[in-house]
Nanobody
């Protein structure tokens, strides 16, 4: 049974940094493309970042490019999201996701497995 167990998150001030972690159980992160998505209250779930399987190519939403970094630790079987220079508009529930696919990693519909989500709140 696959589980994506998320940790991190919380309440921070604008301009602060925060890291999210996603531990995979029942799958090997190096063999899956991994993504982070977020959903703010009253809004659609949106793409944040992805890292492809095997080669580890990364992609970011324009809104977070240059501030957020997605990384994979094969030894720990985790995928992390390092968030710098946080803004109030980054406030959302963040979700980790995994797929065996190679394409459309910006789309939530490409992903097979999801974490339960973790709240990130940025106060201004």
């Amino acid at each position: 049974q696959v589980q994506l167990v998320q940790s991190g998150g919380g309440l921070v001030q604008a301009g602060d940094s925060l890291s999210l972690s996603c531990v995979a159980i029942g799958l090997t992160v190096s063999s899956y493309a991994m993504g982070w998505f977020r959903q703010a209250t009253g809004k659609e779930r949106e793409f944040v970042a992805s890292i492809s399987r095997e080669r580890g190519n990364t992609r970011y939403a324009d809104s977070v490019n240059g501030r957020f970094t997605i990384s994979r630790d094969n030894a720990k079987n985790t995928v992390d999201l390092k968030m710098n220079s946080l803004k109030s508009e980054d406030t959302a529930v963040y979700y980790c996701a995994a797929t065996r696919g190679y394409s459309n990693l910006w789309s939530q519909f490409a992903y097979e497995f999801w974490g339960l989500g973790t709240q990130v709140t940025v106060s201004s």
